[in-house]
Nanobody
Framework: QVQLVESGGGLVQPGGSLRLSCAASGFTFRSHFMSWVRQAPGKEREWVSG????????KYADSVKGRFTISRDNAKNSLYLQMNSLKPEDTAMYYC??????????????????WGQGTQVTVSS
């Protein structure tokens, strides 16, 4: 079965950086579009960034564009999110998610059929 395990979260000051990782197993990782999704306390889950199967195409939410970079290593079945210039409003639980395929809208979280347990990112002075 699909397993996604995130790591790399923590407490960081505003302006700081973190790199999140997601280890994937139980499916053909190199064949799937993958995304990072976050959920802040009291808010709905929010799509953050996505990357196509070979890593050649990336997309970002406007709120993180220019600050976050998504990448993947298909040889290691791993997904990454480099987060720079972090702001307090980036505080959230961050999840990696497996897109189910089929051409559905990548920003629609209903089109994802695999989720990790999340890693907490807290941006505070």
């Amino acid at each position: 079965q699909v397993q996604l395990v995130e790591s790399g979260g923590g407490l960081v000051q505003p302006g700081g950086s973190l790199r999140l990782s997601c280890a994937a197993s139980g499916f053909t990782f190199r064949s799937h579009f993958m995304s990072w999704v976050r959920q802040a306390p009291g808010k709905e889950r929010e799509w953050v960034s996505g990357i196509n199967s070979d890593g050649g195409s990336t997309k970002y939410a406007d709120s993180v564009k220019g600050r976050f970079t998504i990448s993947r290593d298909n040889a290691k079945n791993s997904l990454y999110l480099q987060m720079n210039s972090l702001k307090p409003e980036d505080t959230a639980m961050y999840y990696c998610a497996k897109y189910r395929g089929g051409g559905g809208f990548i920003y629609n979280l209903r089109n994802y059929d695999g989720w990790g347990q999340g890693t907490q990112v807290t941006v505070s002075s």
